[in-house]
């Protein structure tokens, strides 16, 4: 193994990576301020040459903990903030959207869709950590998954056109100790006194990041009528290629429940980012309403960079399994504005070796503006 004190002087060896990854950042982070501006301005409200919608700022909270398993190791925790903006007209000029969004979509033309009856942007950060079972260890355990956490900023274009949407996101980061894994994850564990994981020195080495993910969904009304009970069923398909993860997916939810949303699902775990759209009507107050889902997604991998280690240098990996499959079910409930989504997830064994199949638990709230 490369000396560890390495590790923290490899990310500047690439500035120009680095810089690039800073500014895309940067511009990520000035999209997602721009906004709270844009909407209490009331620029996006009111009549239009097209009806508007609300933009949807959503907070994800996933932990193994919540999975009531037990477990602490393989994806132990994610945090994920995402806005997603109201209809848009063009992504360059709409006014609904903050200058500084509209200087990034200028440089992201070729991911626009065109042609579609509504179009929305998608900006999201996103934090995850990746552990072993063995928390005490603080050698390589070269038959356990790679200590790993990453840090990314993800530009997304969801198009709907009826009942289907398309959906394509870029996501770019750094994976490694400059994602502060460590110092986050024992800020953490002192805070709600679990146990310290010993073995962060191995995680895999700084390497920018990135994956470029495009995934179809279609709904299938079923018995839902607007104010009624009933049921639909969402069917995906997609596929992802970067150095942080190239696959392929295929999956479905079904829900059921009181005013069912018009939307895509109540499950957004897939990397392509969120996997919805504002309705094609839209209430203020529209009161309560809640639904049950459960949820599948099949997805062949060929390459996971928290498996397969590194990209361009030697690092831990385990032999990891060529299909996944993750099965999800939870509840979800809305009140005007705002809406909450608790769901608990089943994920089969990665790699070769694993111990324990994989639980964990995630928690949604979303709120309209």
């Known amino acids: 193994m490369t000396n560890q ?8 060896r690439h500035p120009r990576n680095a810089n ?12 997602l301020h721009g906004t709270a501006s ?12 097209y009806e508007r919608a609300p933009s949807t700022l959503s907070l994800r909270v996933d932990n193994d903990m919540f999975g009531a398993n037990g477990q602490d190791q393989g994806y132990t925790n994610g945090v994920k903030l995402s806005w997603m903006s109201p209809n848009l007209a063009s992504y360059t000029q709409d006014p609904c959207l903050p200058a500084s969004a509209r200087a990034v979509n200028s440089y992201l033309t070729w991911l626009h869709p065109q042609g579609f009856e509504q179009q929305n942007m998608v900006v999201s950060f996103a934090h995850a950590l990746f552990t072993p079972l063995d928390y005490s260890r603080s050698d390589l355990i070269e038959d356990d998954r790679p200590y790993a956490a990453a840090l990314l900023a993800s530009f997304g274009f969801n198009a709907r056109s009826g009942d289907t949407l398309h959906a394509t996101h870029l996501s770019v980061g750094i ?38 993910a495009h995934e179809r969904m279609h709904r299938f009304p079923g018995s839902s009528q607007r104010g009624a009970w009933g049921w639909d069923a969402i069917g995906h398909w997609g596929a992802g290629v970067g150095n942080l993860a190239t696959y392929a997916n295929l999956g479905g939810e079904i829900r059921y429940g ?15 980012g ?10 203020k ?29 030697d690092s831990h990996s385990v032999s990891k399994r060529p299909f996944v499959a993750d099965i999800g079910y939870g509840l ?6 705002w809406k909450l989504t608790i769901a608990r997830y089943h994920r089969t064994r990665e790699f070769r070796g694993q111990k324990e199949t994989p639980v964990f638990g995630s928690v949604t709230l979303s709120r309209q503006f």
């Open 285 to 313: 107050n529209s009161g309560w309403s809640g639904h049950l889902f459960a949820s599948i997604n099949g997805k062949a991998v060929l390459r996971d960079i928290t498996l397969d280690g590194n990209t361009f240098r």
């Open 5 to 12: 004190t390495r590790l923290c002087v490899q990310f500047p």
């Open 20 to 31: 690039r990854l800073a500014m895309l950042g940067i511009a990520g982070l000035l999209a």
């Open 175 to 212: 994976i490694g100790p400059a994602a502060l894994g460590k110092p986050i994850q024992h800020g953490v564990h002192k805070i709600t006194g679990s146990h310290k994981f010993h073995g962060w020195d191995n995680q895999l080495h700084n390497e920018p990041v990135f994956l470029l």
């Open 258 to 272: 009181f005013r069912l949303p018009d939307d895509f699902g109540s499950t957004p775990l897939r990397l392509a």
């Open 332 to 337: 979800s409930l809305s009140y005007n504005e």
């Open 38 to 49: 844009v909407a209490a301005s009331g620029i996006c409200n009111g009549d239009s040459a």
């Open 274 to 283: 969120e996997n919805t759209a504002p309705p094609r009507t839209y209430s």
